[in-house]
């Protein structure tokens, strides 16, 4: 375990109240554990589950919910970082790695050939079952969700004036965090 000083946050359109009724429901949903703060605060504590490529971890960390202007600010701060390496995951690319070096040693050593084909197989077996599905779940994607359940789309362009609005552009979330985890690929 280790400290992190990174702070990841997003500015929604909605009052605090509302912005920690959609931080709830995006904890429930990924499976994360939200502990509301006593005494009617906005904000708590959030154990947030993580992957990272082989890595999978946990971040847990303060969270508030602040005014901000005509909407809110969420921040989450990880104050702690706990990460584990996939061991099925390392064992698979350690038995494609010896499979990869049959593949590229029979030009030295012939007798190796009749087991090239096998060390191709090996190693194109780990692309697929390993490095073609890591992907990486962090803080960001969590505040993505927040923003999804509070009816804003993230990272969206300004939207055009409507008449709903009056006249004015209707808000979007702005993203604001510092990468914990490596970058994230596409989801499952």
Do not use: K
Not at 82 to 95: G, H, K, M, Q, W
Not at 122 to 139: D, N, Q, Y
């Amino acid at each position: 375990m280790s400290p992190s000083p990174a702070e990841h946050a997003i500015d929604l359109p909605h009052p605090p109240a509302e912005a920690l009724r959609a931080l709830a429901a995006a904890a429930d949903e990924w499976g994360a554990d939200f502990a509301p703060a006593a005494g009617g605060a906005w904000g708590g504590e959030l154990r947030l589950p993580v992957i990272a490529g082989l890595r999978r971890g946990l971040l847990s960390g303060p969270v508030a919910v602040t005014p901000d202007g005509r909407g809110s600010r969420v921040a989450f701060r990880p104050a702690v970082q706990d990460y584990y390496l996939e061991t099925s995951a390392i064992v698979v690319l350690a038995i494609a790695a010896v499979g990869a070096l049959l593949t590229v040693a029979w030009p030295l050593f012939p007798r190796l050939l009749p087991a090239a084909p096998l060390g191709a197989v090996l190693a194109l077996g780990a692309w697929f079952l390993v490095l073609s599905r890591l992907r990486g779940e962090g803080p960001e994607e969590f505040l993505r969700r927040v923003a999804g359940h509070a009816g804003v789309e993230s990272g969206a362009a300004e939207a055009p004036e409507t008449p709903e609005t009056n006249g004015a552009a209707a808000p979007r979330a702005v993203l604001a965090a510092a990468p914990l985890p490596p970058p994230a690929s596409d989801r499952e």
